[in-house]
C-alpha cells in the first residue's frame, strides 16, 4: 500500500478511537458509578474533565509539533491516550477515574491537529481529497457508534473492556506511526507563546466548556453563562495579545486567506448543525419512540454507512464541480436532510429513517470533507501547524455550541409547554434551528472565488498549469 493510502489510515484510526471514546461511556455511566462507589450524576465529571482537557491542550499542538516533529508528538500523544485509557480501566474512585479522563483528554486533544499535521506533511497535496475524506469519517462515527458499543459492551462483558480495548489499538497505531510515517522537521523555530497559551486555554475552555454543559444541564444554567462569559472576556485580552506576538498561538491572521476563512466560518455554522444530530437523535428516538439503546443504535448508525460510500465519491465530486458549488448546494441539502428529521414520528417506517438518515449522512461527511481539504488550499508550509490549531479549536467550539444550541431548544420547548417532561413533540424546533443555521453556511461559501482550491480539487495541473 503506498504511502498516500497508508497514512490516511493510520490517522484516521488514532482519529476513531479519539472520537469514539470521547462518547462511547454515555450509556456505560450507571455502571461504573456503581462499580467505583459514586453515583452517576457525579460521574458526569468525567465527560466535562475529557472535555476541558481537550480545550486547555489543543491551542499548544501546533507549536508542540514544529518544536518536536509531527510524527513524535502523533506517537507520543496516541501513547498518552493509552495510558489513560489504562488509568480508567483501573479507577477505583471518583478522584482516580476523573483524573484519568484528564489524561486521555490531553493524549486527544494532540491526536486531533498534529494527526492532521501528520497527513498535510506526508501525502501529495492532490491526493488530499482522497485522504481527508478518511480522515473525516471519524468524526462522524464516532459520536453514533460510541453510545451503543458503549452499552452493548457494558452489558454483556464489563466496561472496564471500553477502555481496555484501546490499548492495542493504540499500540499498533504508535508502531504504524514510528515505521510509515515521515519524520518531517521545520526548521524555524519560534519562541512558545506562555501568555497567549494560558489565554488561549481560558477562552477555549471557558466557551467549549460552558456551551457543553449548558447544553445537557449538567451545571446550573447561570454557572455555565458565567464560564461562557470568562471564556468571551479571555478571548477579547487574547486578540488583543495576539497582535503584538510574533508566532501566536491560535493564528488569526490566517483568516486573512479566503479560503482558510470560508472553512473556518462557514464549517463553523456547518458543524453547529451536525454537532447537535448526534446529541439530539438518540434523546428522540430513546425518550420520544421509546427505542431501546440498541435499536436506537442501529437507527444512527445508517449515517456511517453514507459517510462510508461518500468517502469512494468525494473527490470524482470536487473535481466535476469545484468547491464553491459544492459547498453551497451541499450545505443547503445536507440542512434539508437535517430539517427532515423533525417530521419523524413513532409511526414513521425504520427504512424510511434509515434512508433519510443514510443520505443526510453521505452530504454532511461530504461537507465535512470539502471544508477540511480547502481550509490547507492557501497554507504555506511554515503556518500549517498553526492552521491545524485553529482549525481544531473552532471545530471543537463549533460541535460544543452545536449541542447547547439543541438541547437548550429542547428545554425551551417543553418549558412553553408547562409540562415538565421531554416528549416526541419538543424535538422538531431543535431540528428545524440547527436546519437553518447549518443552511446559512451556504452564504459565507457563496463569497469564495470561483477558482477556489482547483489544484486540489484536481481541476488545474500540479503547479497551476493551465
Not at 153 to 161: D, L, N, P, Q
Not at 179 to 190: K, L
Not at 345 to 357: E, G
Not at 441 to 463: C, K, N, V, W, Y
Amino acid at each position: 500500500m503506498n504511502r498516500d493510502r497508508l497514512v490516511p489510515l493510520i490517522v484516521a484510526v488514532a482519529l476513531f478511537m479519539e472520537n469514539m471514546d470521547s462518547t462511547v461511556i454515555a450509556t456505560s455511566l450507571p455502571a461504573i458509578a456503581n462499580d467505583i462507589g459514586t453515583n452517576p450524576l457525579a460521574l458526569k465529571l468525567a465527560v466535562t474533565s475529557y472535555l476541558l482537557s481537550l480545550a486547555v491542550f489543543i491551542p499548544m499542538s501546533g507549536w508542540t509539533a514544529d518544536r518536536f516533529g509531527a510524527r513524535k508528538v502523533f506517537a507520543t500523544a496516541i501513547a498518552v491516550f493509552v495510558l489513560g485509557s489504562i488509568a480508567c480501566a483501573l479507577s477505583s474512585s471518583l478522584t482516580d477515574f476523573v483524573i484519568a479522563r484528564i489524561v486521555q483528554g490531553i493524549g486527544g486533544a494532540m491526536m486531533t491537529p498534529v494527526g492532521r499535521l501528520v497527513l498535510l506533511r506526508t501525502v501529495d497535496k492532490r491526493a488530499l481529497v482522497d485522504a481527508m475524506a478518511l480522515v473525516a469519517m471519524p468524526a462522524m462515527i464516532g459520536p453514533i457508534t460510541g453510545p451503543p458499543l458503549g452499552g452493548f459492551i457494558t452489558t454483556y462483558a464489563s466496561w472496564h473492556w471500553i477502555f481496555i480495548i484501546n490499548v492495542p489499538i493504540g499500540l499498533l497505531g504508535i508502531a504504524l506511526v514510528l515505521r510509515y510515517i515521515e519524520d518531517v522537521h521545520i526548521a524555524m523555530r519560534d519562541p512558545f507563546d506562555l501568555v497567549g497559551m494560558v489565554l488561549a486555554a481560558i477562552s477555549v475552555a471557558g466557551l467549549a466548556f460552558g456551551c457543553s454543559v449548558l447544553g445537557v444541564g449538567l451545571v446550573p444554567w447561570p454557572l455555565a453563562a458565567v464560564l461562557i462569559a470568562i471564556g468571551a472576556v479571555a478571548f477579547l485580552f487574547y486578540r488583543a495579545h495576539a497582535r503584538k506576538v510574533p508566532a501566536p498561538v491560535l493564528d488569526f491572521s490566517l483568516l486573512a486567506l479566503p479560503t482558510f476563512r470560508a472553512s473556518l466560518v462557514g464549517g463553523f455554522f456547518f458543524r453547529m448543525g451536525i454537532g447537535a444530530l448526534p446529541f439530539l437523535l438518540p434523546l428522540l428516538l430513546q425518550v420520544g419512540f421509546d427505542y431501546t439503546p440498541f435499536q436506537s443504535g442501529l437507527t444512527t448508525f445508517s449515517s456511517t454507512v453514507g459517510a462510508f460510500t461518500m468517502k469512494t465519491l468525494a473527490s470524482r465530486i470536487l473535481k466535476r464541480f469545484g468547491f464553491r458549488p459544492v459547498l453551497i448546494v451541499n450545505a443547503v441539502i445536507s440542512a434539508a436532510f437535517l430539517a427532515a428529521c423533525a417530521l419523524f414520528s413513532a409511526t414513521t417506517p425504520f427504512v424510511l429513517m434509515f434512508v433519510i438518515l443514510l443520505v443526510g449522512g453521505f452530504f454532511r461527511s461530504l461537507q465535512f470533507t470539502s471544508t477540511n481539504v480547502l481550509a490547507y488550499a492557501q497554507i504555506d508550509e511554515r503556518r500549517m501547524s498553526r492552521a491545524t490549531a485553529l482549525t481544531a479549536v473552532g471545530q471543537q467550539l463549533s460541535l460544543s455550541a452545536g449541542v447547547a444550541l439543541g438541547g437548550a431548544t429542547v428545554e425551551l420547548t417543553v418549558w412553553h409547554r408547562a409540562e415538565g417532561t421531554i416528549t416526541a413533540g419538543d424535538f422538531p424546533p431543535a431540528f428545524l434551528l440547527i436546519a437553518v443555521i447549518s443552511a446559512v453556511s451556504a452564504l459565507i461559501f457563496a463569497r469564495l472565488p470561483p477558482d477556489a482550491g482547483e489544484e486540489l480539487a484536481h481541476r488545474t495541473p500540479p503547479g497551476g498549469a493551465k
